[in-house]
């Protein structure tokens, strides 16, 4: 089985000054769930190469163990430093897509050409996608075969409006996911801020927040391992 990520290569929080990028736990922890698993997995990002990691998501506060893992991981940091051109993938080498978060992915993935193409073409030849935090955002111009949006009428969660304000970002994004995904027809779902929440519907799979990381890839190895005894 193979699987690609998708990363971020967007490093500028709006107009603030700040740095931001991918969040490092939500890469770490479907990497080690897929890799454990035995499943290929290949790194790409928007430009290719050394995609920019949130600096706050390897705060010691926010380091999980997968987190600290990953950063001890001379083959993972090798990986992560040689991403692939997301403009050179094919979905047809792939099972299945995952998109970590952070903020990176709001300016960048979701106004992306090539990613908008590989998430439908992915859907259309019946292969699951998986986002988590801010990651649904990148579904934002993302079609159905029939040219609808392709969240309409689906099941979703992705980062809350209330999460949003508290890490004071609100009036700094481009749009809000939760907001997002509503206005696009998707029938939006979340659990209490920062709890991990993963939701299924079809060949999609969002989650709530970097907690809901590590479930939300889980639901994704358990699609891929059902779909490959079903075709064996």
């Not at 979905?91 to 193409?117: C, I, Q, R, T």
């Not at 292969?127 to 009428?153: E, F, I, N, T």
Request: aromatic share 6%; glycine share 8%.
């Amino acid at each position: 089985m193979k699987v690609l990520i998708v990363l971020t290569s967007h490093d500028q929080l709006g107009n603030t000054g700040e740095k931001t990028g991918f969040w490092l736990e939500e890469l770490a922890a479907p990497y080690y769930v897929l890799k454990d698993a035995g499943v290929n997995v290949t790194l790409a990002s928007v430009k290719g190469g050394q995609p920019p990691l949130d600096p706050k998501s390897n705060d010691p506060s926010f380091q999980t163990p997968a987190t600290r893992r990953f950063e001890a991981d001379a083959d993972a940091k090798a990986d992560l430093s040689s991403t692939q051109k997301l403009s050179d993938v094919s979905a047809g080498d792939y099972d299945a897509v995952f998109y970590p978060g952070g903020h990176g992915p709001m300016w960048d993935l979701a106004e992306d050409a090539n990613s908008k193409a590989l998430i439908e073409a992915t859907f259309a030849s019946g292969k699951p996608v998986a986002l988590v935090c801010h990651a649904p955002g990148v579904l934002r111009h993302v079609k159905a075969q029939d040219g609808s949006p392709l969240v309409k009428g689906k099941n979703v969660t992705g980062f809350t409006n209330s999460e949003e304000q508290a890490v004071g970002l609100t009036d700094v994004v481009p749009f809000l996911v939760e907001d997002m995904l509503k206005a696009n027809g998707a029938s939006y779902s979340k659990a209490g801020d920062w709890q991990p929440y993963v939701v299924t519907d079809g060949l999609l799979i969002t989650g709530q927040n970097p907690a809901s990381s590590d479930p939300a890839a889980n639901a994704l190895l358990t699609m891929l391992k059902h779909r490959e005894s079903r075709n064996s």
